[in-house]
């Protein structure tokens, strides 16, 4: 009996189907998946690049894809097993994106006196949450203490602890002097602290002035608090540098018809944040694909 | 049923090539994934010519915007971000508040470097010389000597949409003036 248009093309795409979604195309688009997978974790490097790779994400997607298929097969021949085992590969499939997602990193420091760290810069996927870092306390002897964490926990420089949902780590613990601006007729113009950074050397820019200012210290330690004598400022606005000269506590420059002089100031702390989320879509696709394979595995005992 | 010898090779090969396309793939796309530093990619001679043409535009416009005392006509052309933008305007704002303008006359600019930093990122380091005279905004009256200024500059660059390379950082550099400059294909 010849069959009809319908049932010709409805045969065709159920093959497609079957084919692209079949164990073996699976097995092909999720290799090179859990090879990067492997490599980053044998290789120690961070995930992040991986998991925002434009080349990982579309492979990634086409095993999804490639997987969806596998359902609609599985579910179009009642194969309640193999649906299990799919669905579990599917939610292990979508974990890099949505650890992508939920990725968060940030950089805070938290000074002497201060109760609260503040973000100097944060990386965050689009749902990912900051996480509340609590109380962190800088002791005089260069460690930090979180107290957010339940119990406190002290941390040396290199040193991480956990808080909820965060990992911190204790990167470095610096100085920080006290500046002050003033106009000629001697009235503050700006005033701060500026904290300077072995790690991420820089320059801080003031709501007031179009200026960029460079603090790097340029002799060490003949104050009380151990903290250079010395500091080298540098300021540049646009392509010219209106000042770079050392200064001494209380000595004070001109650039632009400003004075500017730095005194004592404080001690602050670097820490590092990453996010720490627990991978609830891979676990539930592991149990998934054990309950699937147990199943089947149950099935053919009893069809021996 | 056992599987069949072809099935079997097809089950070892599709995987296998699958895995070398990715990584090939991945060394030309995304070269931090097999161990590459982005600045690994290499940046083509016509990308270097344009990264430097766009530095000359945005020098020669930077000079005519202080010139003019923050005169607003060439700053569609100006390849830089908005960001760029906003801060060389605060910086002729500065002066302007204060009654002055400032002439930004470049003498020269030694391109020391052109690198990719990413897929559509450079990084540019020029050494400059620029001659600064500091005159009074309402009969253009100097009001300082000419006074230069030498040093390096680090640019950071992308290409926008339309394929032009626009500036999105810079900062200063210290470098010596170089005693031959490097050759550049422009």
């Known amino acids: 009996m010849a069959q009809t248009p319908r049932a010709w093309s409805h045969g065709i795409a159920r093959r497609a189907v079957a084919t692209l979604g079949s164990p073996l195309a699976i097995a092909t688009l999720g290799l090179p998946i859990l090879t990067a997978l492997a490599h980053s974790a044998v290789v120690k490097r961070d995930l992040g690049p991986l998991l925002a790779a434009g080349l990982f994400r579309s492979w990634g997607a086409a095993l999804a894809a490639a997987i969806l298929l596998g359902l609609l097969d599985a579910s179009w021949s009642r194969r309640w097993a193999r649906l299990a085992v799919l ?29 609260a760290p503040r973000w100097r810069w944060t990386k965050a996927g689009a749902i990912a949450a900051t996480p509340e870092l609590g109380q962190v306390e800088l002791e005089p002897e260069g460690s930090v203490l979180l107290l957010g964490a339940g119990a406190p926990v002290r941390l040396a420089v290199g040193a991480s602890g956990h808080v909820p949902g965060a990992t911190i780590t204790l990167r470095e ?15 503050v113009v700006e005033e701060g602290l500026v904290e300077l950074s072995q790690r991420e050397p820089g320059f801080i820019e003031l709501a007031s002035l179009p200026h960029r200012f460079y603090f790097s210290e340029a002799g060490k330690g003949a104050g009380a608090d151990g903290a250079p004598d010395r500091l080298r400022v540098r300021v540049q606005r646009g392509k ?12 004070e420059r001109v650039f632009d018809g400003l004075r500017i002089s730095w005194d004592d100031g404080a001690s602050w702390a670097l820490l590092e944040v990453a996010g720490r989320s627990i991978p609830y879509l891979a676990l539930a696709g592991l149990a998934l694909v054990a309950e699937g394979a147990l199943a089947a595995w149950l099935a053919r005992r009893r069809s021996r | 049923m056992a599987p069949s010898r072809a099935g079997l090779r097809a089950w070892v090969l599709l995987p296998l090539a699958s895995c070398a ?25 016509a990308d270097r010519r344009d990264v430097l043409a766009s530095l000359d535009a945005a020098r020669r416009i930077y000079s005519d915007l202080f010139a003019s005392g923050g005169a607003p006509a060439l700053l569609d052309e100006f390849p830089a971000t908005r960001a760029i933008k906003h801060r060389v305007f605060r910086d002729i704002g500065f002066l ?20 990719p930093t990413g897929r559509d990122t450079a ?18 009256a100097p009001l300082s000597d000419l006074k230069g200024m030498a040093g390096g500059f680090r640019y950071g660059l992308s290409r926008a949409p339309d394929g032009r390379w626009v500036i999105t950082s810079w900062e200063p550099v210290e470098v010596a003036r170089p005693a031959t400059p490097p050759e550049f294909k422009y």
Do not use: C, H, M
Not at chain 1, 173 to 187: K, L, N, Q, S, Y
Not at chain 1, 240 to 251: P, Q
Not at chain 2, 23 to 45: F, H, I, N, Q, Y
Not at chain 2, 96 to 115: K, M, Q, W
């Open chain 1, 87 to 115: 669905g579990g590969l599917l939610a292990l499939a979508l974990q890099p994106e949505l650890s992508r997602l939920v990725r968060f990193e940030g950089g805070a420091s938290v000074g002497e006196g201060e109760e």
């Open chain 1, 173 to 187: 613990v610096g100085w920080a002097p006290a500046f002050r601006i003033r106009a000629p007729d001697g009235t």
């Open chain 1, 240 to 251: 010219r540098k209106v000042l770079d000269a050392e200064l001494a506590r209380g000595e």
């Open chain 2, 21 to 45: 396309v990715f990584w090939s793939a991945a060394a030309v796309l995304a070269p931090e994934l097999v161990g590459r530093r982005s600045a690994d990619r290499r940046l083509s001679d």
């Open chain 2, 96 to 115: 302007r508040d204060r009654g002055l303008v400032e002439v930004n006359d470049l003498a020269e600019a030694i391109p020391l470097s052109v690198e």
């Open chain 2, 123 to 140: 990084e540019a380091v020029v050494y400059e010389e620029w001659n600064f005279l500091v005159q009074r905004a309402s009969d253009r």
